[in-house]
């Protein structure tokens, strides 16, 4: 069973920027899809960005340009970088992997946008 950690939340103001960080407990070479997923209040968890093994990239589009997302395989840690980060962007992240059809989450780390 992979377990992901994550860090590199808190509060930044609004324009600002952070770097999520989502360490896994084994070699992410063989992990399919890594990705990140966010929660906010009240709201549905939704895809942020997922990159896969090949290294290719999806996004949402109100992240797109903003956003980030990158794999080192030799550190088995996956990032988000967020730029430009808006009140919008408060929530809840959580790392994602994908491995034979299971999917492994991480328990998530606190984005908090606000001035």
């Known amino acids: 069973q992979v377990q992901l950690v994550e860090s590199g939340g808190g509060l930044v103001q609004p324009g600002g920027s952070l770097r999520l960080s989502c360490a896994a407990s084994?070699?992410?070479?063989?992990?399919?899809?890594m990705g990140w997923y966010r929660q906010a209040p009240g709201k549905q968890r939704e895809l942020v960005a997922i990159i896969t093994r090949g290294g290719n990239t999806n996004y949402a589009d109100s992240v797109k340009g903003r956003f980030t997302i990158s794999r080192d395989n030799a550190k088995n840690t996956v990032y988000l970088q967020m730029n430009s980060l808006n009140p919008a962007d408060t929530a809840v992240y959580y790392c994602y992997a994908g491995r034979s059809g299971t999917p492994y989450w991480g328990k998530g780390t606190l984005v908090t946008v606000s001035s």
């Open positions: 084994e070699s992410i070479f063989g992990i399919g899809a």
